[in-house]
């Protein structure tokens, strides 16, 4: 017996039914960075492996376990994307848009990770993501997070985030406070899950991050990175707090929020949805990753950005849209009006632009037509049998308001709809 096809786990369709609030919420997007001039980029889905090797970093979950990886046929070693900023960083040291400019650019499309799949976690999943490359200052942060601020208020979800911020300071000040970090999980090294010991040395950070129920208490009593700034480091974090204190946003300052990969320094900040307790409650994160570009071979280039999770976000957000219907008018054939009406629909589709128009060709009964026609969800119905094409006329008639059908002359129409 042939194995019953099906999607692979973790990987979803997103089905017509689903698609109009998808469509929405994208939107939004779309048109609230555009407000804040952000140009959309495309870099592909595959990237060589060593890309994100070298930008997120080794000792982290995504390089570690999450990556989907394979060779192929020239035996060069790839990956599907996991997040963009690598490819977006890539992209913008292959084209020259770099270097000696500011730019700020927008993507979205799916990424790829093998987590373990449940709700709000998958291993083909969407992110939009936004990246500004070359400006240095904290007010450039604190745009990202008021662009984020005015989408959820679009989308009406406000109340439902809370904002996380903190600085990871200068990676002087994080060298050092690696140090102090690894010194006191030395002494409580019975108390590491096993991941947390083999990134001991490599990436203590990173054990700040962990979701291990059992090492938080160990992970709250940590010393703070906070109390560990340098000087310049202190005053990029007032100056970005400053400028959400002036534009009233509310923010939690989170001493323990490291972000799970390692491009990152100074701000680092993540939108979580308040109403959801635990792992999948986080719907935005992003940060400064200053270093990333030169690190990738081009020029010392100030970057910071951030990634949503689109269905994550969808999820909170679905029940406050309402989607923007169109009209749909299902115009009804017979078997010897088929023609005619195909081109009464072109000509109708000429003239009402803001409207849909399905033609139902099939030589099926009047019934089944009409069943199809409620079902498509149209408004009118516009009978075009016989007699109406002898006639040079049209039946509309209503299938949502109590309205008795008439029947006009084709030259009437639009007069008649719109
Ligand atoms: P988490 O802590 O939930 O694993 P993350 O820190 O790995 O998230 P990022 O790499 O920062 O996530 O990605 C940014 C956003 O992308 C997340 O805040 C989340 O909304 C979304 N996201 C990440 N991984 C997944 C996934 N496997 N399925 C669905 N959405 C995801
Ligand atoms: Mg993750």
Redesign the pocket.
């Known amino acids: 017996m042939t194995k019953k096809l099906q999607a692979i786990r973790g990987m979803n369709d997103i089905l017509p039914s689903d698609i109009k609030v998808w469509q929405q919420v994208e939107s939004i997007i779309k048109e609230t960075v555009a407000s804040y001039g952000y140009q959309e980029i495309r870099f592909p889905i595959v990237e060589d492996t060593s890309l994100f090797k070298r930008t997120i970093g080794d000792a982290t979950?995504?390089v570690e376990k999450e990556m989907y990886t394979f060779s192929d046929k020239n035996g060069e070693s790839l990956t599907l994307r996991p997040?963009g900023t690598a490819g977006c960083v890539r992209a913008g040291i292959e084209h020259g848009l770099l270097y000696n400019q500011k730019q700020r650019l927008w993507y979205m499309g799916p990424?790829f990770?093998h987590?373990r799949p449940q709700k709000?976690?998958?291993?083909q999943?969407y992110?939009f993501g936004v990246e500004n490359f070359g400006m240095e200052n904290p007010a450039t942060d604190a745009e990202l997070i008021l662009l984020g601020a005015r989408l959820w208020q679009k989308l009406r979800i406000s109340e439902k985030l809370e904002l996380q911020i903190n600085s990871l300071g200068s990676k002087e000040c994080r060298d050092n406070y690696k140090k102090i970090l690894i010194e006191y999980f030395s002494q409580n090294l019975d108390k590491l899950d096993s991941d947390s010991q083999r990134r001991l040395n490599t990436n203590p950070l990173r054990i700040l991050d962990s979701k291990n129920p059992e090492m938080q208490d160990l992970i709250a009593k940590a010393p703070d990175l906070l109390e560990h700034l340098d000087d310049e480091s202190k005053k990029h974090f007032e100056e970005l707090t400053s400028i959400l204190d002036q534009a009233k946003i509310k923010y939690v300052i989170n001493p323990r929020l490291v972000?799970?990969?390692d491009y990152y320094g100074m701000t680092v900040f993540?939108w979580i949805d308040v109403t959801k307790e635990g792992?999948?409650n986080?719907?935005?994160?992003g940060g400064r990753y200053n270093s990333l570009v030169s690190q990738l071979g081009g020029q010392e280039t100030p970057a910071s950005g951030f990634?949503?999770?689109l269905?994550?976000?969808i999820e909170l957000s679905k029940t406050n849209l309402k989607p923007k219907q169109q009209t749909i008018l299902y115009l009804i054939t017979t078997e010897k009006t088929v023609t005619n009406g195909m081109l009464l629909a072109e000509e109708l589709r000429d003239k009402l632009q803001n409207y849909c128009v399905i033609c139902d060709a099939e030589n099926t009964s009047m019934k089944a037509k009409f069943k199809r026609a409620d079902k498509s969800g149209a408004d009118m119905a516009l009978v075009f049998g016989e007699d109406e094409m002898i006639n040079n006329e049209v039946t509309i008639k209503y299938l949502r308001d109590n309205v008795d059908q008439k029947t006009i002359k084709l030259i009437e129409i639009t007069n008649c709809l719109v």
């Open positions: 979950d995504i997040e990424m990770r987590e709000g976690r998958y291993r999943f992110q972000r799970g990969l993540e792992a999948q986080a719907v935005c994160a990634a949503l999770g269905e994550r976000l």
